[in-house]
């Protein structure tokens, strides 16, 4: 028997992050071949976090252009994504989460009869238009998909709703929390010089993204508004808000903000300093469904700014409030953070429900398992 060859593919910041620590199991594994392929959906920021885990594509697409739309990724992923597949023959592809990426990847994978593995699996609004495209994203892979790689018990149920075999479902735990042990440093030192000359003990420093494509617009204005507003009445905050380099987030921000002397609106950093940040700050406010997972596992709560979330987990686990994008809702549910201790640390001390830094491992084991190689079904998270 040969080598299991397994094809990666990712094109988005949020997807390498969580796809870094996987490729590097992967590498580890003797049994595998493994090949990374990446559409480059997004360059700068993807190349950022290949750079910071030493990850080098064995295939880029680059079809990142000016202005492009959902149309141009979709086809030039899926036609680029065909040539590699039908040049590799792997024995399965790795795609991850809900980008329009992932969408082609699955898709390509299927026109060439390869089996598909979908990594962070039964994620659901149930509202094909909230996130936009996201949601229809992942329940389109989900149909293409072989095996489902289900990050907590209430992904499976979904899967399991749907009519998925339960047999290929793994519940596996989130492979972002497998990130933090490649960036999570004790006196980690900031490459940017605004975060690193920030008073961390003096001022409650307050994370911030706001990117989302169904946000833009008044949406986004209102979370911007409400920041300026809990900027003005707390003193002692400091708000970091890591601006998304699409040009109507950037617009925005800098209108109604840029002004204030106790917000710094900086260009998203790499993924090291944006663990340490957030290590370092005192609570997030976000519409980053990463950073709902990420979050709770450094013991900080997080306003979300989404009228729905598919990390209902969170909610119940008492992790994360549903904050929506309403101004008046935002600073209540904020400035109930930062004047009442009692519930910040209700918040702050929850169990995250994500997982437990083992999720690569899991799906490693998985993959031998179902190819042959392993008699060891993984354990799964939770148990």
Same mark, same amino acid.
Not at 74 to 92: D, M, S, Y
């Given at each position: ?5 397994? &094809? ?18 992967? /590498? ?10 990446? +559409? ?8 950022? @976090? ?23 990724? +979709? ?6 994504? $065909? !040539? ?10 790795? @795609? ?6 992932? #969408?082609? $990847? ?15 699996? $039964? ?10 495209? !996201?949601?229809?994203? =992942? ?9 489902? #790689? ?5 992904? *499976? ?15 596996? $735990? ?29 001022? =409650? ?6 990117? =989302?494509?169904?946000?833009? /617009? ?7 508004? %409400?920041?300026? #507003? ?6 002692? @905050?400091?708000?970091?808000?890591? @601006? ?17 002397? *106790? ?31 990420? %979050?709770?596992?450094? /013991? ?8 729905? +979330? ?6 119940? %686990?008492?992790? &994360? ?28 001390? %929850? ?29 799964? #998270?939770?148990?």
């Amino acid at each position: 028997m040969g080598k299991l060859k397994v &094809v990666t593919v990712f094109g988005t910041r949020p997807e390498a992050i969580k796809m870094a620590p996987l490729v590097i199991e992967l /590498g580890k594994n003797a049994n595998i071949e493994s090949f990374v392929c990446v +559409t480059a959906q997004h360059r700068e920021m993807l190349d950022q @976090v290949l750079d910071k885990f030493g990850i080098t594509p064995d295939f880029d697409l680059n079809i990142m252009q000016q202005s492009q739309t959902l149309e141009h990724i +979709t086809t030039k992923a899926l036609l680029g994504l $065909g !040539e590699i597949f039908e040049k590799v023959n792997p024995n399965i592809v790795l @795609v991850h989460g809900d980008t329009t990426t992932t #969408f082609a $990847g699955s898709l390509a994978a299927f026109y060439k009869k390869i089996c598909v593995g979908h990594v962070e699996a $039964g994620l659901r609004t149930f509202n094909k238009y909230y996130p936009y495209p !996201e949601e229809m994203n =992942r329940r389109l892979t989900g149909v293409l998909s072989d095996y489902h #790689f289900a990050a907590t018990p209430l992904n *499976r149920q979904n899967l399991l709703n749907e009519g998925v075999c339960k047999d290929k479902i793994y519940v596996t $735990g989130n492979t972002v929390i497998d990130t933090f042990k490649y960036t999570i440093k004790e006196d980690y030192v900031f490459s940017d010089s605004t975060l690193n000359n920030l008073d961390y003990k003096g001022k =409650r420093v307050i994370t911030v993204t706001a990117h =989302r494509r169904e946000n833009l /617009g008044k949406p986004l204005e209102n979370i911007c508004k %409400a920041l300026k #507003f809990i900027a003005d009445a707390y003193k002692d @905050v400091h708000i970091v808000y890591l @601006v998304h380099l699409n040009p109507a987030v950037r617009k925005t921000a800098w209108e109604i903000l840029s002004e204030h002397e *106790r917000i710094s609106l900086l260009d998203p950093v790499d993924v090291e300093q944006t663990h340490n940040l957030m290590k370092k700050s005192y609570l997030i406010i976000t519409d980053s469904g990463g950073l709902q997972e990420e %979050a709770p596992s450094l /013991g900080k709560p997080v306003i979300v700014t989404r009228n729905e +979330t598919e990390r209902q987990e969170a909610v119940d %686990a008492g992790t &994360v409030k549903l904050a929506g994008t309403n101004k008046k809702r935002i600073i209540e549910l904020t400035s109930m953070l930062l004047e009442d201790p009692v519930e910040y640390n209700r918040m702050a001390k %929850a169990v995250n429900p994500y997982g437990d830094g083992h999720a690569s491992e899991r799906i490693v084991k998985a993959l031998l398992y179902e190819f042959g190689y392993s008699r060891e079904k993984p354990e799964e #998270f939770g148990k």
